[in-house]
């Protein structure tokens, strides 16, 4: 019952999130250190969750930019650990190595988190963190 809600207002959701991430990237696109979502024409993002990447050119590691924000009462989520280092791969499965290397996956789960991507996000909410991102880059 509530996927089929949920479907009912499907174009409403695809779209606010989308315009969520317009305004984000406007917004994000000019701080170094900071890698936009990519999006391809071959592909419609729906921006489920709005993930960036923090290079050491921010000036803070992902994590500390993420406890940063917490401190100022903006919760983020650090991306999804790989797939190799998920503990359901790790056991019981002869075919699956011990020690796998993915050094693309490591990279995305030392410097990926998710901003907030609610539906529901006003564009205010959205200017707040981005401005809260940008204090904690200048160090103010």
Not at 11 to 21: E, I, K, M, Q
Not at 55 to 66: A, I, S
Not at 111 to 139: A, D, F, M, R, W
Request: hydrophobic share 40%; charged share 25%.
């Amino acid at each position: 019952a509530l996927g089929c809600a949920q479907l009912e207002k499907i174009d409403y959701l695809v779209d606010s999130r989308r315009n969520n991430a317009s305004i984000y990237s406007d917004l994000l696109k000019n701080i170094e250190g900071v890698v936009l979502p990519p999006e391809m024409g071959w592909a419609k993002n729906v921006y489920w969750m709005y993930g960036i990447l923090i290079e050491k050119e921010f000036g803070f590691t992902m994590q500390q930019l993420r406890k940063k924000l917490f401190d100022r009462g903006i919760e983020t989520r650090a991306f999804f650990i790989g797939m190799h280092k998920q503990p359901a791969y790790k056991k019981d499965f002869d075919n699956f190595p011990d020690e796998v290397d993915c050094p693309i996956a490591d990279q995305l789960e030392e410097k990926g988190l998710y901003l907030p991507s609610s539906s529901h996000l006003t564009k205010n909410e959205i200017k707040l963190i981005v401005k809260q991102i940008l204090t904690i880059k200048n160090n103010i």
